[in-house]
């Protein structure tokens, strides 16, 4: 098993960044694919990027390609999602979460869950 502890949210500017890490607890975690998802006010949870094992497989949704970056480090049971440019839509509650592999998207297939990580960017 693997508990999820999500932190870095925050508030801030359009155009701002900001880092999210989710650290991992489990013997498990570098033998897992993650994946972080976010849910705004209002709306469906949705996907935004996953990692694999390795780190070197990443997947992203359209919107945040070219502004989010995932990354892990295996020695530290950490994953990250670095945003740049962030803009007001971006503004949700970011959870990281167990993958099956880095092309599941559904949230509804995802194997653990952190508490999530409230991110609002003001314009």
């Known amino acids: 098993q693997v508990q999820l502890v999500e932190s870095g949210g925050g508030l801030a500017q359009a155009g701002a960044s900001l880092r999210l890490s989710c650290a991992a607890s489990?013997?498990?975690?570098?033998?897992?694919?993650m994946g972080w998802f976010r849910q705004a006010p209002g709306k469906e949870r949705e996907f935004v990027a996953s990692?694999?094992?390795?780190?070197?497989?990443?997947n992203y949704v359209d919107s945040v390609k070219g502004r989010f970056t995932v990354s892990r480090d295996n020695a530290k049971n950490t994953v990250y999602l670095q945003m740049n440019s962030l803009k007001p839509e971006d503004t949700a509650i970011y959870y990281c979460?167990?993958?099956?592999?880095?092309?599941?998207?559904?949230?509804?297939?995802?194997?653990?869950w952190g508490q999530g990580t409230q991110v609002t960017v003001s314009s």
């Open positions: 979460a167990v993958v099956r592999n880095t092309l599941e998207t559904n949230p509804g297939r995802a194997i653990y």
């Open positions: 489990g013997r498990t975690f570098s033998w897992s694919n």
């Open positions: 990692i694999n094992l390795s780190g070197k497989t990443t």
